[in-house]
């Protein structure tokens, strides 16, 4: 069964504009994935580099705190 594509204007489109059409936007959305995951792993890549899991500042006991405030 064949049925006729429009475009946004309610045009006709015709088989081979819908060809290049479809593959146009299979090649775009390929780069966009492309992009989107590339960015991810960036991102990820960053974080794991530039903020360590271990936190920067040693946690003192109370005690010591206390002795501290004493003095």
Avoid: N
Avoid at 16 to 29: H, I, K, M, N, Q
């Amino acid at each position: 069964m064949l049925t006729e594509k429009f475009d946004a204007y309610g045009e006709v489109l015709p088989d081979a504009a819908r060809e290049s059409l479809r593959t146009t936007s299979a090649v775009l959305g390929h780069i966009g994935q492309f992009a989107f995951w590339l960015l991810v792993v960036v991102i990820i890549s960053a974080r794991i580099i530039c903020y360590p899991a271990t936190p920067a500042f040693d946690v003192g006991s109370a005690m010591a705190l206390k002795q501290t405030a004493a003095r």
